[in-house]
């Protein structure tokens, strides 16, 4: 018997598998999931050759061609042909005629066991795959432990170094006669102040990607008025925002340099000093700002003051960033640079 097209897309929409049959066992066709579980060979071949009794499936199909209604029956197929039974319901679509053997049309369903079953090694699978997923969890956990430790150790060394240099630079400086030796070593050591206050940040932070702003800002200002032995108080401002550990270094020693610089030159004649540092982001774009209330000065004029700013000068080089002084009165320098992490929107001009 042929099957119209509409009838064979039909059939090879089930999931399982559907056969139409004579009543000897010969196969006329096979949906998809026939041919799949049988292989594509069992068209024009017998369902008997896999059957387990075939006495049994040519009995049920003779009964089946006879019966308007459908009849439920059990296939068992032989242990190499796949799962054990099947069961089956048998609808006659053509009945018998002198010169015609009758077509029934089989579908075979697993049984409630096999269901049991498939779906007790789907459950097993998905225990293996937590098992192995906690696994890899717990191996995850262990390495992100093994590296914290690492860089805790590695932070407490780079303390002990950074002590261990401030006590020569301090030593030297005693030692020496020069005063120009003696204004060198008190520069590098107030430098090193700069770095040591920034690393004892990175030591104690929670977060070894980067610190905060704000604590940036007081942490390093404090640090540079206690090395200095001077009760100027600095007005500091920082948007909420955090420093990445490779701008804070760099960042350090600028914010040493400028707060430095207007300590030494930034007093009015007949006034106190007043110094405000702020550390401002945008748009991926930092602003630190150090100002304040003495003559003023700029990059071109004043070589005096401004001769001081070389360190300052090779480390916005360095960040790709640039450097501008302006009178308010006073003297205001403006440090722009970027967050390299984030898309650089356009140079900017100094």
């Given at each position: 018997m042929t099957?119209?097209?509409?009838?064979?897309?039909?059939?090879?929409?089930?999931?399982d598998p559907a056969l139409l049959l004579r009543t000897d066992g010969r196969v006329d066709h096979a949906n998809r999931a026939a041919m799949v579980h049988f292989g594509k060979g069992i068209v024009g071949g017998s369902l008997?050759?896999?059957?387990?009794?075939?006495?049994?499936?040519?009995?049920?199909?003779?009964?089946?061609?006879?019966?308007?209604?459908p009849l439920p029956g059990r296939l068992r197929l032989r242990p190499e042909t796949g799962p054990a039974a099947f069961r089956a319901f048998a609808s006659v679509l053509r009945p018998a005629s002198p010169d015609v053997p009758a077509a029934v049309l089989v579908r075979l369903l697993p049984t409630e066991d096999q269901r049991f079953q498939a779906l007790t090694s789907k459950v097993r699978e998905l225990n293996a795959e937590v098992r192995r997923r906690q696994h890899a969890q717990a191996v995850l956990e262990e390495t992100l432990q093994e590296r914290n430790l690492l860089l805790?150790?590695?932070?407490?060394?780079?303390?002990?170094?950074?002590?261990?240099?401030?006590?020569?630079?301090?030593s030297a400086e005693r030692e020496t006669m020069s005063p120009e030796a003696k204004a060198v070593l008190a520069d590098a050591s107030q430098r090193l102040v700069a770095v040591g206050a920034v690393q004892q940040m990175l030591y104690g932070s929670d977060s070894f990607s980067g610190v905060r702003s704000e604590e940036f800002i007081e942490t390093i200002t404090a640090a540079?008025?206690?090395?200095?032995?001077?009760?100027?108080k600095i007005v500091t401002h920082a948007d909420s925002a955090q420093l990445a550990n490779d701008l804070a270094i760099p960042v350090s020693l600028i914010l040493n340099e400028l707060v430095t610089n207007a300590l030494k030159h930034g007093r009015p004649p007949d006034g106190r000093a007043e110094i405000r540092v702020s550390l401002e982001f945008e748009n991926g774009e930092y602003r630190l700002t150090v100002a304040d209330n003495g003559p003023g000065f700029d990059l071109v004029e004043s070589r005096?003051?401004?001769?001081?700013?070389?360190?300052?000068?090779?480390?916005?080089?360095?960040?790709?960033?640039?450097?501008?002084?302006?009178?308010?009165?006073?003297?205001?320098?403006?440090?722009?640079?970027?967050?390299?992490?984030?898309?650089?929107?356009?140079?900017?001009?100094?």
């Open positions: 099957l119209s097209a509409d009838a064979v897309a039909l059939l090879d929409t089930l999931p008997c050759d896999a059957c387990a009794d075939p006495a049994d499936l040519r009995s049920f199909l003779v009964r089946a061609s006879g019966s308007r209604q805790r150790e590695l932070h407490h060394r780079v303390k002990n170094n950074m002590q261990m240099l401030a006590g020569i630079l301090a540079i008025l206690k090395a200095q032995g001077q009760p100027i005096k003051r401004a001769s001081g700013l070389g360190l300052v000068r090779g480390l916005v080089r360095q960040l790709g960033g640039t450097l501008a002084v302006e009178r308010t009165p006073g003297a205001r320098v403006l440090v722009r640079f970027y967050d390299r992490s984030q898309a650089r929107p356009g140079r900017v001009a100094a």
